[in-house]
């Protein structure tokens, strides 16, 4: 993780997990995180398809000129990325652990700014872990997309949860190049 927003984020979300796998949903106070709340999100999964905004930050609607509610994380991927990013989700929720991503969020005139995105494994109501607290970090000034909405959102890095064999089982390791291999399909 690389923002000092997101390592923020991953601090606090280890010190709601009290011993625990994952902090329930409930444990997030959103004045513990104020400053971070304009591009904070929380994703709730209805199923391997579906993780559903719940909530999105002010900031983070304001890039794409939409409002996020009820829809799904995944629409903002194409094709492989799209499956990239459905593998970290499931690998994260499935194995408790924290993951990321560095995208670009391309505007309709091809301006970019790299974005840093941490996902974190929460806890609903039923104890189960099927919710994600999320944070969309711009890695540069958001300046020049004033007026512009993000059309296209791109990965360029994965960085899947820790834990051996979560995304693809039977692997003791995922590949230590795996991450520029996702980069090279671009």
């Given at each position: ?10 601090a606090y979300w280890q010190t709601r997990r009290h011993g625990g796998a994952a902090p329930l949903r409930a444990d997030i106070e ?93 806890r609903g109501p039923s104890g189960e872990i099927d919710r994600m607290l999320g944070l969309f970090q711009p890695l540069d000034s ?45």
């Amino acid at each position: 993780m690389r923002h000092p927003q997101t390592r923020a984020l991953h601090a606090y979300w280890q010190t709601r997990r009290h011993g625990g796998a994952a902090p329930l949903r409930a444990d997030i106070e959103p004045q513990d995180i104020s400053e971070l709340l304009g591009y904070v999100f929380i994703l709730w999964r209805a199923d391997s398809q579906h993780h559903l905004f719940r909530l999105a930050g002010t900031h983070l609607c304001d890039l794409y000129k939409r409002e996020f509610r009820d829809q799904n994380f995944l629409s903002l991927w194409r094709g492989h990325d799209r499956t990239h990013v459905q593998a970290v989700l499931e690998a994260s929720i499935s194995g408790t652990s924290p993951a990321s991503m560095v995208a670009r969020a391309v505007s309709m005139d091809q301006r970019e700014l790299p974005v840093e995105i941490a996902l974190f494994p929460l806890r609903g109501p039923s104890g189960e872990i099927d919710r994600m607290l999320g944070l969309f970090q711009p890695l540069d000034s958001t300046e020049g997309f004033k007026g512009r909405p993000v059309v296209r959102t791109a990965l360029r890095e994965i960085h899947p949860p820790v834990q051996p064999g979560t995304i693809f089982p039977g692997l003791a390791q995922p590949s230590e190049n795996w991450v520029q291999r996702v980069a090279n399909d671009q």
